[in-house]
Nanobody, 126 residues
Framework: VQLQASGGGLVQAGGSLRLSCAAS????????LAWFRQAPGKERECVAA????????YYAESVKGRFTISRDNAKKTVNLAMNSLKPEDTAVYYC????????????????????WGQGTQVTVSS
């Protein structure tokens, strides 16, 4: 699975952004997917994950109620809608895939994902 993230940018606090990750390869529909972020000097953390069929999702506590992950298997895309953005959301955001996942699996650890996009910068100004 090859992944290409896009949609980052500069936004004021309280604003919204939508990240998109386009995938290539036939394994997309059997892959669990996730969005991670990494701020300067911090560990990469999972902010959201979605199971193969889209029926199960995971959100970090810090983004619950503000971010929404979704996938379109026909278009081979995974999206992250981010609302009510805060300065602490500033980071490089990465999409990731695990093509060995069972139907209901969700992972939130970096080591559980085998494929990564190149990252897209999100900057939230106060």
């Amino acid at each position: 699975v090859q992944l290409q993230a896009s949609g980052g940018g500069l936004v004021q606090a309280g604003g919204s952004l939508r990240l998109s990750c386009a995938a290539s390869g036939r394994a997309f529909s059997r892959s669990a997917l996730a969005w991670f972020r990494q701020a300067p000097g911090k560990e990469r953390e999972c902010v959201a994950a979605i199971s193969r069929g889209g029926g199960w999702t995971y959100y970090a506590e810090s983004v619950k109620g503000r971010f929404t992950i979704s996938r379109d298997n026909a278009k081979k895309t995974v999206n992250l809608a981010m609302n009510s953005l805060k300065p602490e959301d500033t980071a490089v955001y990465y999409c990731a895939a695990n093509d060995r996942a069972i139907l209901t699996w969700l992972g939130s650890s970096r080591s559980e994902y085998d494929y990564w996009g190149q990252g897209t910068q999100v900057t939230v100004s106060s």
